[in-house]
């Protein structure tokens, strides 16, 4: 019964993502558990299906102070659920594992430092590729202008 599902989910996916349209710009959020404790801030961009709007990519940068992290932040990468997860998830020329899946998405994360600040930081567009079964490709461009002034606001409210 299990197989069945899964199925399911890799079949009722693939329409989605064959009609994303162009991710939202970068939204800010910065939540606390308790008042006057530490902030949670995120960066996030989510590509989105063009006729239901329901998410395909999100990508989100997360800040705390508690991130035991080369500038306390990471970089996370929601993708659909029924994605090829030995082939991880490439962003520009970097390419991510994937980490870990649940029934709304799998996901891959890494240190916000170095090449991957570096290219978020610049601008522009970057490719993001991840693959459905070994030999399906699905590609998005990530747009990355905008992210600067986000990032800087959320760093800002730390």
Known sequence: MKRIVATCLFVT???????AQEARNWQEQCISAVRGGTLVCRATQTVVDAQSGAPI?????????????????????ELPVGVHIPSGVTLGNITLALETCDTAACYARTPFSGEVSDMFLSGGTQPLTFRMSPDQDVSFTLQLDGFAQSFDAIKLAE
């Open 57 to 77: 990519v999100r990508s989100t940068v997360v800040t705390s102070e508690e991130l035991d992290l080369p500038g306390h932040a990471l970089l996370s990468v």
């Open 13 to 19: 996916t693939l329409p989605m993502i064959a009609q």
